[in-house]
């Protein structure tokens, strides 16, 4: 085997294309070859809005163990709420909207690494109370209505030019971007870093408390964002409309062959997995299985991939 | 596990009653129980009556046993995603083949000859669901320790699976519990109300299980140093399997405890299990990793989280506030906990 083919067949997220692309495959095969390109769009435009919060959650896993954010759903529906009803349909508004979701995202960030650090809660229950805090807030604020987003705003959200969404590129670049940051800047080192021996990161000078602070406020500013979009993709804030993503964020980084345990990202891998986990929902969808089967197939799917690729990671 | 685990459970040694950290840490649960307790009796004095504990008390037997459950996973290092949509797929398993064998399907609705033959009526084929379902969990346990998995992942596809056969064996919400498991969750004993004993009952039995036996220090053992538990010549994969096999009995009995209460089946009955499940096993003091938890402080911590809601409500707070409230309360404790182990790490 030439030595470029096994370098790149011992990349750990490539397992993750190929089961995309054989899901695609199937799914085309059963209907024949119509709409493949179809499929691929919604699929980009879909896996768009978990690769988004993918990113953080993957930088705040890769900080090591008990390191997972779960207040993504709420703080997606608190900056998509705000967002959309400060923004009151309005084409001028739009630049106001972001901003403010983004100042959303950063009180979040600041109140979740507060409780961390000064009550030292471990972050999954950290961020699961004041989850709870956010939810709240969200629905206090609106009651739940749903206020459309601003029309330019909705069509730059499900916009697509010869096929590829306008966010999805946007994304795409992101995602380079993160890459970028995570292997090139002393940021990214230091995350990874951490992750990977907390104490070794602290004796060879990284200030380990700055490192984690902007990380989870990375995550959340990136989750806020999400909730901007999607609520102008999906016609509006709904008070539920995070909720997927709990689950999704995590699966998607682990899939796209982020450890668990911390210390070792990976960014090429969770478009992959964002797509893998969309195309699985289509292809049962296509199929016309019932939603039991649908389920239960997909967790089959989750769970053999992570067997099946857990042999291939070294153990130390 | 640096400091003797058996003492940092409620039953903490005598002589360190008076004045040390760790005592109180271990007190803390009890302590956050009794003030919400206090403050529910001042803000509705009828709830102080046998029928009004009964009512307070009894949604947390079944949230106990899915707590429990959590701590076992924990005591390996391993955290269970899935227990919510497992309790719930136990739920719907209980109210249809428990109660009328296969012919209780309504998947088979039709397909079953009209007297229906013996084998289609006994209750056997819901045991044997059931018991199959325990040894999926324990042969969880056993590729993640063999594949070297991350039991997030693992336990997330599994809430997928779990959540999908629920809906399989009941898909929409109905079917009948048991009657020997409903006379059995509206026990009558006399003087204390049957939750309570019931509480008191699990709590005992779990601490006498997994702090008090051989095998049980083993099992934390393995999530305090795996390597060393290894080089004394356990197998990591029966411990593995063991513990999570224990949360897979575990989740049974919450499911049978919550459908005995209902008494009619529903597959996304106990969405809420799976967070609730840390955030009490967390409350009660266990921790992520380590190895370090506590079964008496696991019930503690799910029945004060019950308490919590019910408090709530009691309170006439405006509805909108009510799940943010429930963040502020774990917040608390939480932060009062930090405040202890502070003055432990003084000491």
Known sequence: MPAAVKQILERPWIWVYIAAIAVWGATMVFTQGQGGGDLLTAALAFATFSVIVALGQMMVITLGPGNVDLSIPATMTLAGTVATKVMDTQDSMILVGFLLALAVGLGVGLFNYGLIRLLQIPPIIATLSSSFLFQSAAIWYNRGLRIKPPPQLADIATRDVLGLPLLAAAVILLAVIVHVVLHRTTYGRAVTAVGQNTRAAALAGINVDRVRFQTYVFCAVLAAVNGFFFSAFSGGAALNMGQAYLLNSIAVVVIGGTSVAGGFANVPGLWAAAMFLFLVEAMLNTFGLGAGIRLVLTGLIIVGVIIAAGGQKTER | ?347
């Open chain 2, 1 to 347: 596990m640096s400091e003797g685990a058996p003492s940092t459970t409620l039953l903490g040694r005598g002589y360190a009653w008076s004045t040390s950290p760790r005592v109180l840490r271990s007190l803390l649960p009890a302590f956050s129980l009794a003030v919400i307790l206090i403050a529910i009796f001042y803000l509705q004095p009828r709830a102080m009556s046998p029928i009004g504990m009964k009512l307070l008390f009894n949604l947390a037997v079944p949230i106990a046993l899915a707590t429990i459950a959590q701590m076992f996973v924990l005591a390996v290092n391993d955290l269970d995603l899935s227990i919510g949509a497992y309790v719930g797929f136990v739920v719907a398993v209980g109210s249809t083949m428990l109660s009328g064998g296969l012919a209780g399907l309504p998947l088979l609705e039709g397909l079953i000859p009209d007297p229906a033959p013996w084998i289609f009526t006994t209750p056997l084929a819901g045991i044997v669901v059931l018991a199959a379902a325990i040894g999926v969990y324990a042969l969880l346990g056993a590729v993640i320790q063999l594949r070297n998995l991350p039991s997030i992942v693992v336990t997330l596809g599994m809430s997928f699976i779990w959540a999908g056969l629920a809906v399989l064996v009941l898909p929409t919400p109905g079917g009948s519990a048991p009657t020997w498991l409903r006379g059995l969750m509206t026990l009558q004993v006399p003087i204390v109300p049957f939750p309570i004993v019931a509480l008191i009952v699990i709590g005992l039995v779990v601490h006498l299980l997994l702090m008090r036996s051989a095998y049980g220090a083993v099992i934390r053992g393995s999530g305090g140093n795996p390597r060393s538990v290894a080089r004394a010549g356990w197998s990591l994969v029966r411990v593995k399997m063991a513990a999570f096999g224990l949360a897979g009995l575990f989740g049974v009995l919450s499911g049978l405890a919550l459908l005995g209460l209902t008494t009619a089946g529903d597959a996304n009955i106990a969405v809420r299990y799976t967070l609730l499940s840390i955030a009490g096993a967390i409350l009660g003091g266990s921790e992520f990793v380590g190895g370090r938890v506590s079964p008496i402080g696991a019930v503690i911590g799910a029945a004060t989280l019950t308490l919590a809601n019910s408090f709530l409500t009691f309170l006439r707070l405006n509805p909108d506030w009510q799940i943010g409230a429930q963040g502020a309360i774990l917040i608390i404790v939480l932060a009062l906990r930090v405040l202890i182990s502070r003055g432990e790490v003084r000491n």
